[in-house]
């Protein structure tokens, strides 16, 4: 599986951003999906996920009621609207998928990453 991550770019803080991760390859529907993030300097974090079938969603706790991921499996992608954007947002967002489908956290579970987009939100 390919992932293409879009969608990044700059921002004023309380803007929003739509991100997508469009698969090539292999369909998409059998993996759990997931966006995570890495600021300079940090280790890549995780920002959010969602099984095969988008049933199970989980988010970290520094974007849950901001973020929102979801996915259509018609059209092989994985999306992450970012709204109320604050500047500890910036970063690069990678996306990434993992199988078997259901919703994992960690670096290490995911199989298939894509190659990253530039976020950066302005104070």
């Known amino acids: 599986v390919q992932l293409q991550a879009s969608g990044g770019g700059l921002v004023q803080a309380g803007g929003s951003l739509r991100l997508s991760c469009a698969a090539s390859?292999?369909?998409?529907?059998?993996?759990?999906g997931g966006w995570f993030r890495q600021a300079p300097g940090k280790e890549r974090e995780f920002v959010a996920a969602?099984?095969?079938?988008?049933?199970?969603?989980y988010y970290s706790d520094s974007v849950k009621g901001r973020f929102t991921i979801s996915r259509d499996n018609a059209k092989n992608t994985v999306y992450l609207q970012m709204n109320s954007l604050k500047p500890e947002d910036t970063a690069v967002y990678y996306c990434a998928a993992s199988i078997p489908g259901g919703v994992v956290v960690r670096v290490e579970e995911y199989d298939y990453w894509g190659q990253g987009t530039q976020v950066t939100v302005s104070s």
């Open positions: 390859g292999h369909t998409l529907s059998p993996y759990a």
């Open positions: 969602i099984s095969w079938n988008g049933i199970s969603i």
